[in-house]
C-alpha cells in the first residue's frame, strides 16, 4: 500500500482521535464524520489507541516517511498519556490514609523510626543531661548572646512568654514555625538521599541543640515556664522531625544496601515507601506550627491545664502511632499503595 | 552506554535494552509492543528555566510583600507562609496541573513526565521538589548538576529517587507541503533506500534551497538524464509517485491529483 492510500484510508481514525483528545472546546480539527460519532461516550478510547498502535507499527515497518511515522508516533504518545493516566487523589484515599495508612506505614518501617529516635533522643539526652550538671557546656553549641534571648524568652519574671503578643504576631509566628519547621523537616528527610549522612546530621543536630535548651533552662529555674510551652505542639513536632528522619534514612539504606535490585530502583522502592510517611508528617507539622502560635503560647491558660493538656496531646500521638489501623492491616497496605 | 541505566524498573512498560548511541533519545517500549522515543532535556535548558521561575518567584513574592505591608505583622505570617508554599510546592503545582510544565519549563518547551513517559504522578511531582534541597548541596545545586552530568537521561537526584524525566515537548508535525509537479514513473530497480532518499529529497522540497537541490539532483544525471530545473522536477515527480500520487488520466485531472496528494 503507498503511503497516500493508507494515509487516507486511517486519516478519519486520527482527526477522530485528536478530536477526542484535545476535548471538544478546544476543537480545530475539521470533522471529517458526521459529529454524532464521535460523542465521548461512543468513542472507545482504548481500541482506538490499540488500532492506532497497529498502525503506527505497520508505518514504521513500511518504512513511511518520517513526517508520517512523527505524527504518528504523537499521537500514540499522546493516547498512551490519556490511557495510562494515574488515578487522581479522592477524599475517601485521604480519609483512609490517615485513619490507617499513616501509622501504618510508620509499623511497617520501625526499625527506621526507632533508629531516627535514637539519634536524635540520645544526643539530646547527653546534652540536657550535660547542660544541667555543667553550666559551660551550652557555649559549646551557642553563643552567650542566644543564650541569653532564650533565657529571656522564658523568664518567669516576665509576665508573658516570649513576646507580648496580640492575634496578628501569632499569625506571624504561625507563617514563621511553618517555614522554619516544615523546612527543617523537609530538609532532614531530602538530605537522607546523601547515603543517610544528611539525615543523621539533621537529627544529631537538632538533638544537641534541644537538648542544651532544656538543660540549661531547667537548671536556671525556668522549668515552670518551659515545659508548659513546649509540651503542647512538641508531641506533634519532634515526633515529625524523627519520622522525617526515618524517611531519609530510609532514602538513605536503599542507597547503602539495596539488597538484590539495582540502587535506582531501590531508591524509587524507597522513595514510594518515604513518601507516605512524608505526607502523615506534613500533617502533624501543620498541627504542630498552629499549636505552637495559638496554644502554646496563650498566656490566659493556666500551666497545669496546659501540662495535662500536653500530656493528652502525646498520649494521643504515641497511642495514634502505636494502635492506629491495627488489625485491618492487610486491607490497608492495598488501599494506601 | 551500559544497558544495566536502562534497566527497567516499572512493571507496566520495559524500556528497550538495546546498545544505543550516545544521544539523548530516550525509549520506552509499551504493553501495546510500541516504542515511544522522546528527547531528554539536558542541564542547560533546565538551568535557564529554573532561572525563570526563580524570576516569577521572586516576582510573586515582591508583589505580594508590597500587598501584604499593609496587613502588620499578620501580613508578615502570611508572606511567610507564602514564600513556604512556593519555595516547595510552585513547581509540584504546575507539575500536576499545568502538563507538567512550570512557567520556566513552557519557555523552553520542556516537560516533567514519569520514566515511563505518563503524565507525572503527584507522589512523584512532590518527591522530586522535595529532593531538591538535596541537589542543591552544598551550594548552588552542584549535588543536581554533578548527578545530572552523569545520568545517561540528564537525571537530578531528585528525579533518579521519583522516577522521572525531564523531556522535550515535541512540536505537533506538521504535514509537509509537496511540490506541485505531476508524478512521474520511476525506473525501474529502484532499491529501498534510493526510494527513501528521493521521496525524502521531495519533503525537503521547501526546507532545502533550489540550488542545493539542484546540485543533489544533478547526481544524478547519468542514470535520469536530465538537467538543471528538470532534473528536480522529474525527482520531485517521481518521489510523489512513490508516494502513491497517480495522474488519473492524460488530459488534465492533474488539479485534482495535486490536491488530494497535498491535503492528507
Redesign the interface.
Known sequence: M???????RY?PLWARIENYLAGYEKNTIPQTQSSADDSPQQFDLPAA??DL?QQ??MAKER?Y???LV??L??L??AC??RV???QS?NKNRWLDFIIRGFPCALREQARFVWLACGLFLAPALVMGLGCYWNDALIYAVMSPEQVLQIEAMYDPANRVLGRER????D??????Y??NN??IA??T??????FGL?SIFFLVFNGVFLGAVFGQLTRVGFAVTFYPFVIGHGAFELTAIVFAGAAGLM?GHSLVNPGNI?R??A??Q???NA?KI?YGTFLMLVIAAFLEAFWSSSTTVSMEVKLAVGALFWLLVISYCVLAGRGTHTDSREVVR | MHPSTARSTDSSTSRSAAETPLDTLYQIETPEGIDLSVQVAGPVPRILAYAVDLLYRTLILVILGIALTFAGKAGVGFWLLGSFILEWFYPVFFEMFRGGQTPGKRAFSLAVVNDNLTPISWGASIMRNLLRFADFLPFGYCAGMISMSASRYFQRLGDYAAGTLVVYRQEEAKPVALPQVPPAPPPKGLKLQDQQAIISLTERSTALSKERQQELAEILEPITGHRGEASIRYLHGVGRWLLGTRQKSATGAAADTRDKGVAQ
Open positions: 503507498k503511503q497516500q492510500d493508507f494515509e487516507e486519516s489507541y490499540r498502535c503506527l507499527a518504512q516517511t518520517s513526517y512523527t505524527r508516533n504523537q500514540v504518545m498512551h498519556q495510562y493516566q494515574q487523589v496580640g492575634s496578628d504576631s499569625l506571624l509566628m504561625f507563617g514563621y511553618i517555614k516544615i523546612g523537609f530538609r528527610f531530602a538530605s537522607g538521599i546523601v544528611g532514602l539495582s535506582r530502583a531508591l524509587q524507597a522513595g514510594r513518601m512524608m
